[in-house]
């Protein structure tokens, strides 16, 4: 029976649409279920986004495979595309292929996954019970089975609030209607929502950083606009990046523009403020942190761009195995870990490691990382190329994994406490950077994140890629 059902792809995105053509390039059929109401609906809400990535990471092998069969123009390698760029150039064309349309169900909501006539304690016969996905249609809920389960819904749908706990922040719920998350169209759509106003921007990230340099451009153009920057901790220098180091040029150069953003004094900057409170007061809001730190007042705005976290609740009838603080798939954990690792690079990994003990279901693209930031989509094609190849049963391909992820710059395994980008260290080694991070990946069959990984390992020394080992 099972032999005869689709393999479910959960999420039309990036890496959803890899996923379904690659099981289209090994004649299994796909069946791709998206909650919003075209390809790419995570994508569309930043559209305006310049990616700091080349289309030469952005566009997946298989998928390149099936548009050329149908005469697709590719954009040149070396540009930068905005995500609406991706959405209009590559994402649409592929969804709208022959062979992939038909498969495509558009405003599917997935609510739950579970296996057939069986519960998650149950195992007798559990890996022959064909997989059920229930979703929230145009139609009213409806149930598909399928024999397997590709997870890509990402992340960018579950954005972490601002207090520090990881829970919303006291009264952040009841501002709403003055706090955005994520990525607004600042100097667009957004663009009357902020200029003349004081913007508080909360978080260190990629996505923070490009909101902070949007705000500046609108400063420049709407007199009156003012920025006001908080961060949990009290260095920027993750922040601010490898500069001339990371190997995406653009990358590099959000952190030093940031970098130079900050020294100019036009950025108002918060450290160690970590938010537990938020408050109206006469029209504005006033942000707190913890006792003795004097608040933020007089905010007009607030963009939360703390990152994102899973959705676990569909996935809560399967037998999973994630990492207790990371979320993300278990065995990924050590190689990710941010209070770790900034490389900006991971250890190759394919179906093996994204595998859970819930037979047929893999969790791929940011969702397999969890909350660790830094995700890149060339990783999730990766993943995603091994888990269908395992899933056709071509084991050698499944397990010839190749992954090479240009670094950030930023190389190492201790908390940063200077203000400074890092010129290098690496595995808690202050010398410069090498010029692949730690030594480039571990040598087969080490279990280690990295050459200097595995050098320690050896010696007995600990290991960077064990969260309870030490790097000396």
């Not at 069986?118 to 024999?147: C, H, M, N, W, Y």
């Not at 607004?184 to 902020?194: K, M, S």
Request: negative net charge; aromatic residues 4%.
């Amino acid at each position: 029976m099972q032999a005869q059902l689709p393999i479910a792809v959960l999420g039309a995105g990036p890496v959803g649409l890899a996923a379904a053509a690659h099981l289209l390039q090994r004649g299994l059929t796909p069946l791709v279920f998206e909650a919003g109401a075209s390809v790419g609906a995570n994508l569309a809400s930043y559209r305006q986004v310049r990616l700091f990535s080349p289309w030469q990471y952005n566009i997946d092998r298989a998928a390149r495979a099936l548009l050329d069969a149908h005469g697709w123009e590719a954009p040149a390698e070396d540009l930068l595309p905005t995500a609406g760029d991706l959405i209009d150039d590559y994402l649409a064309p592929l969804a709208a292929l022959p062979a992939l349309a038909p498969q495509l169900r558009l405003r599917h909501r997935v609510l739950a996954i579970a296996r057939a006539g069986i519960d998650k304690v149950k195992t007798s016969g559990r890996e022959l019970a064909p997989f059920v996905i229930r979703t929230d249609t145009p139609e009213g809920v409806r149930e598909f089975q399928a024999a397997a389960v590709i997870d890509a819904t990402g992340t960018w749908s579950q954005p972490n609030p601002m207090g520090a706990n990881g829970l919303p922040a006291l009264g952040e719920d009841d501002c709403q209607a003055q706090i955005t998350y994520g990525m607004p169209d600042i100097q667009g759509t957004a663009r009357a929502r902020y200029a003349g106003k004081r913007v508080l921007v909360v978080g260190a990230g990629h996505s923070a950083a490009g909101n902070l340099i949007a705000l500046a451009t609108l400063a420049d153009e709407a007199p009156g606009t003012s920025i006001v920057w908080a961060v949990r901790g009290a260095s920027l220098a993750r922040t601010f990046g490898g500069g001339e180091a990371d190997q995406l040029p653009a990358r590099g150069l959000l952190g030093t523009r940031l970098q130079a953003l900050q020294a100019s004094g036009k950025l108002e900057v918060h450290r160690n403020f970590r938010i537990q409170a938020v408050r109206p007061l006469a029209g504005k809001l006033q942000v707190q942190a913890e006792a003795g730190v004097d608040p933020i007042t007089e905010i007009d705005e607030i963009v939360v761009a703390t990152g994102a976290r899973p959705d676990l609740i569909m996935a809560q009838e399967l037998r999973l195995r994630l990492d207790p603080w990371l979320e993300s798939t278990d065995a990924l954990a050590p190689l990710i870990d941010p209070n770790l690792h900034s490389c900006g690079s991971v250890r190759p990994h394919g179906h093996r490691e994204l595998a859970h003990p819930e037979p047929g279901y893999y969790a791929v693209g940011a969702k397999s990382y969890g909350r660790a930031p830094n995700f890149l989509m060339a990783t999730g094609y990766e993943q995603v190329r091994s888990v269908v190849a395992a899933l056709a049963g071509d084991m050698a391909a499944a397990d010839d994994v190749q992954l090479e992820l240009p670094e950030t710059g930023v190389c190492v395994t201790r908390p940063l406490t200077e203000d400074a980008p890092a010129a290098g260290g690496c595995c808690g080694s202050p010398s410069p950077a090498p010029a692949s991070c730690c030594g480039g990946p571990a040598p087969e069959p080490a279990s280690a994140c990295c050459v200097k990984d595995a050098d320690l390992q050896a010696a007995g020394k600990g290991t960077c890629g064990s969260r309870t080992g030490t790097c000396a």
